[in-house]
């Protein structure tokens, strides 16, 4: 059993994993690419969200 079933959280879980895998289509097909590329694509929109949380500059303008 995990946490989230333990908790009662799985039509939750289930719920966002299914929004995120809808999320993931859309971006993978539209950009053509592999899967390692449409992750790629997910984490630097991570990232650029991170810095931009904590108030630090997106590129160092070099």
Same mark, same amino acid.
């Given at each position: 059993? +995990? ?15 299914? $929004? ?11 950009? $053509?690419?592999?899967?390692?590329? +449409? ?5 630097? $929109? ?13 590129? +160092?303008?070099?």
């Amino acid at each position: 059993m +995990t946490v989230a079933e333990a908790q009662r959280d799985d039509l939750i879980g289930d719920l966002v994993r299914a $929004g995120w895998m809808r999320i993931w289509e859309a971006v993978h097909l539209s950009l $053509g690419a592999d899967s390692e590329e +449409t992750a790629s694509f997910f984490a630097c $929109g991570v990232l650029g969200n991170a810095l931009a949380a904590v108030g630090l500059p997106l590129s +160092t303008g070099q």
